[in-house]
């Protein structure tokens, strides 16, 4: 078994000549946009500009000293090594990068960054980049349950800007929210454009709420769309899809399979998991259930309950909730109990995946560790 990077090690050889474009190729391209191309690749402003990948590794880590790196603790922090696997490898050494953008604008709630990337196929690959796993960054996957996010808008006019004069085949993806957005880009830009795109590929993002599907804009992508999820999805099963995933096996537990560098790869495949775990199913079931049983306004009150409870832990990244075991719970447990019942069932859900790494550790049952009713369906796969 092995990564993304050992695909690199492998395959990175090879170029798109010799070895056709393939959904390994699609992660990595996805996986890439995490990484700061602040001042180092051009953007919308200056489209005849561009650099290559090898120069801008070359840049960043002038930039970005490796003490500096090690320090980060994020969710991301995997993007550096995933740039300079790419930087060091035939197949993407050469690829171009351009229309690099990244906006953070708190007082509209927006989070966006997005960048083109031309390998040496000649295709364009748009990679929108999802969120970090912040509170407040995972808190806008939620609220696609009841609203418009700022970044899809932005997605779509990005990438109506980017590709309006352009007349190849494209392709499009993101990894986390960014899935979300690449498909959602897809479905609502201009007609000319989307009769140009290739494949578009959502690597473990949240699916649409129904009035979105209704609209069927969909409809018109659906075909098209590459899904992936590894085998505990939390986020990649949120709200609905159009399209079945290919679940894959990861290394990690619970959570933190999110972090595509678990993605269990061999040659130049993921690995197939035979189905899902059935801690996802639950959560899926009973996240989407509850959903669909309350109008937007209630919908909103909910999602702010779900998060008021993971604030109250004091950490404001969702992987240093579950590092900190029963510590994090304890200081949620207040916030959690003034909560409804059914309310409080489906957060007990979420919980269970923030834990599961931890309580398996300590090999004790989750709905002891937890000391609250967690229903009959979960009881059910406990036993």
Same mark, same amino acid.
């Given at each position: 078994?092995g990564n993304?990077i050992d695909?690199?090690n492998w395959?990175?050889?090879?170029t798109f000549?010799?070895a056709?474009f393939?959904q390994?190729?699609?992660?990595?391209?996805?996986s +890439?946009?995490?990484?700061?191309?602040?001042?180092i690749?051009?953007?919308?402003d200056?489209p005849?500009?561009?650099?290559?990948?090898?120069?801008?590794?070359d840049?960043?880590?002038e930039?970005?000293s490796q003490?500096?790196?090690?320090a980060?603790?994020?969710?991301?922090n995997w993007a550096p090594?995933? +740039?300079?696997g790419?930087a060091?490898?035939a197949?993407?050494?050469n690829?171009?990068?351009?229309?690099y953008?990244d906006?953070?604008?708190t007082?509209?709630? +927006?989070?966006?960054?997005?960048?083109?990337?031309?390998?040496?196929?000649?295709v364009?690959?748009?990679s929108?980049?999802g969120?970090d796993?912040?509170?407040?960054?995972?808190?806008?996957?939620?609220? +696609?349950?009841?609203?418009t996010?700022?970044?899809e808008?932005?997605?779509?006019?990005?990438l109506?800007?980017?590709?309006?004069?352009?007349?190849?085949p494209v392709?499009i993806?993101?990894?986390?929210?960014?899935?979300?957005?690449?498909?959602c880009?897809a479905?609502?830009?201009?007609?000319?454009i989307?009769?140009r795109?290739?494949?578009?590929y959502?690597?473990?993002?949240p699916?649409f709420?129904?009035?979105f599907?209704?609209n069927?804009a969909l409809?018109?992508?659906?075909s098209?769309?590459?899904?992936?999820i590894p085998?505990?999805?939390?986020?990649?099963?949120?709200?609905?899809?159009k399209?079945d995933?290919?679940v894959v096996?990861s290394?990690a537990m619970?959570?933190?399979?999110?972090?595509?560098?678990?993605w269990d790869?061999i040659?130049a495949?993921?690995?197939?998991?035979?189905e899902?775990g059935?801690t996802?199913?639950?959560?899926?079931s009973?996240f989407n259930?509850?959903?669909d049983?309350?109008?937007l306004?209630?919908?909103e009150?909910?999602?702010n309950?779900?998060?008021s409870?993971?604030?109250a832990?004091?950490?404001?990244?969702?992987?240093h909730?579950?590092?900190r075991?029963?510590?994090a719970?304890?200081?949620m447990?207040?916030?959690?109990?003034?909560?409804?019942?059914?309310?409080?069932d489906?957060v007990?859900s979420?919980?269970?995946?923030l834990f599961?790494?931890?309580?398996e550790?300590?090999?004790y049952?989750?709905?002891?560790t937890l000391?609250?009713p967690?229903g009959?369906?979960?009881?059910?796969?406990e036993?």
């Amino acid at each position: 078994m092995g990564n993304i990077i050992d695909y690199l090690n492998w395959r990175g050889d090879l170029t798109f000549s010799q070895a056709p474009f393939n959904q390994i190729d699609a992660l990595l391209l996805s996986s +890439l946009s995490y990484a700061d191309f602040g001042g180092i690749v051009p953007g919308p402003d200056d489209p005849d500009d561009e650099i290559t990948l090898a120069a801008a590794s070359d840049l960043f880590f002038e930039m970005h000293s490796q003490e500096e790196l090690d320090a980060d603790k994020s969710f991301i922090n995997w993007a550096p090594t995933i +740039l300079r696997g790419m930087a060091g490898s035939a197949r993407f050494k050469n690829a171009v990068l351009k229309n690099y953008i990244d906006i953070v604008d708190t007082m509209s709630s +927006l989070q966006f960054s997005a960048i083109e990337i031309i390998t040496d196929d000649g295709v364009p690959f748009i990679s929108y980049r999802g969120t970090d796993d912040t509170v407040v960054g995972w808190k806008e996957d939620f609220n +696609l349950s009841f609203e418009t996010v700022p970044a899809e808008a932005v997605s779509v006019t990005y990438l109506n800007r980017v590709q309006k004069s352009t007349g190849t085949p494209v392709r499009i993806g993101g990894h986390s929210k960014g899935g979300h957005l690449a498909v959602c880009a897809a479905a609502l830009c201009t007609r000319t454009i989307r009769d140009r795109i290739e494949s578009i590929y959502n690597f473990d993002g949240p699916g649409f709420n129904k009035m979105f599907i209704q609209n069927g804009a969909l409809d018109k992508i659906t075909s098209r769309v590459r899904r992936v999820i590894p085998v505990s999805s939390f986020i990649g099963v949120l709200l609905v899809h159009k399209v079945d995933p290919r679940v894959v096996k990861s290394t990690a537990m619970g959570l933190n399979q999110h972090n595509p560098m678990t993605w269990d790869v061999i040659g130049a495949d993921f690995t197939e998991a035979p189905e899902r775990g059935k801690t996802s199913i639950l959560f899926e079931s009973t996240f989407n259930d509850w959903i669909d049983s309350i109008d937007l306004r209630d919908r909103e009150s909910f999602v702010n309950d779900l998060f008021s409870v993971l604030e109250a832990s004091g950490e404001q990244h969702l992987s240093h909730i579950g590092e900190r075991g029963m510590k994090a719970y304890t200081s949620m447990l207040g916030k959690l109990n003034t909560l409804t019942p059914k309310t409080r069932d489906a957060v007990i859900s979420l919980l269970k995946l923030l834990f599961s790494q931890w309580v398996e550790k300590q090999g004790y049952s989750i709905r002891k560790t937890l000391h609250l009713p967690i229903g009959e369906a979960a009881a059910e796969e406990e036993a």
